[in-house]
């Protein structure tokens, strides 16, 4: 069962292959979302401080019927907060919201705050300082691992140039159609393990000839084609959804995808038009307007 498989992290934490995101869950439903997924088996809960909904899947994890101990929830400090004080603070607050009294995970949203996303301004000195306020929020013990999102190589080389803790992992847009495999192989030198958010391209996988037809041939759905893609390619796979049954589905990825078919995967011709969510920096690569 992919519920039972998981990752090693730098320090020795376990962390699941398969995990429920949870943006664009509206903070009401946020709670009964978690519930159903842990109900299903997911173990790994991925939030933000930018979804808006940590207070409904803190409630969800809070009261799902599951030992806390048992969940990794992970959230990510707001890509705006770009000093040791508001990111402390904001770490605070994002505890004091989900009701807990630890996170799992907590990581940058972005090397850059969204209105200059990908832009000359690489915001390297800011993110030391950011950096900085996750390492001491380990070390007092609120969170249990810490990472990056969004970060490209340059980015992490900067941390990496002088932290007291290497960031442990990397959540990176990582779908059949779009693999950045230079990053995965650097992140991979360096034991970040990359976590792959937008698995299924936010939904734009669903409409591509070639993975449909590969996916018949394995019997399973393009969702679930890709799902085990990204789990392949040794990373952590994050699909979001508040629909039990797609839950269910996305799960059921105990197949193995052929040496040769994930070697045509990861080298197909590159997404063009995320469709409606263009307007979105991380799937644009351009900036906010």
């Not at 429920?20 to 978690?34: C, H, N």
């Not at 770490?91 to 990581?107: A, N, P, R, S, V």
């Not at 409409?207 to 037809?213: L, M, R, T």
Request: contains cysteine.
């Amino acid at each position: 069962m992919i519920f039972d498989e998981t990752y090693t992290l730098a320090n020795g934490i376990k962390i699941p292959k398969l995990g429920l995101g949870t943006w664009f869950i509206e903070d009401g439903k946020a709670s009964d979302a978690v519930k159903s997924a842990v109900k299903l088996g997911y173990r790994l809960i991925d939030t933000a401080q930018a979804y808006g909904n940590e207070r409904g899947v803190g409630e969800g994890v809070r009261t799902c019927g599951i030992a806390r101990e048992e969940l990794f929830v992970a959230s990510k400090v707001a890509a705006e907060l770009k000093t040791y004080e508001s990111a402390t603070k904001s770490i605070d607050e994002t505890l004091e919201k989900m009701g807990l009294d630890y996170l799992d995970q907590m990581i940058i949203h972005s090397p850059q705050p969204w209105t200059e996303f990908r832009v000359e301004k690489r915001y390297f000195e800011e993110n030391k300082e950011v950096w900085r306020a996750l390492e001491d929020a380990q070390k007092a013990g609120k969170i249990r691992v810490i990472g990056v999102s969004n970060f490209l190589k340059d980015d992490l080389e900067n941390l990496l140039a002088d932290c007291r803790v290497k960031p442990m992992v990397n959540q990176i847009l990582l779908h059949i159609s779009n693999t950045d495999l230079a990053l995965v192989d650097y992140c991979k030198s360096q034991n970040i393990l990359v976590e792959a958010y937008s698995p299924i391209a936010h939904g734009e996988a669903l409409k591509n000839p070639a993975i449909a037809e590969m996916a018949k041939k394995y019997h399973v759905t393009p969702a679930q084609l890709c799902i085990r893609y990204v789990i392949q390619l040794g990373t952590v796979a994050l699909p979001k959804t508040a629909n039990p049954e797609h839950m269910a589905d996305n799960a059921n990825v105990d197949f193995v995808i052929s040496d040769a078919d994930m070697e045509t995967l990861m080298h197909m011709e590159h997404i063009a038009d995320y469709g409606d969510f263009n307007i979105f920096p991380v799937f644009s690569g351009k900036p906010l307007a």
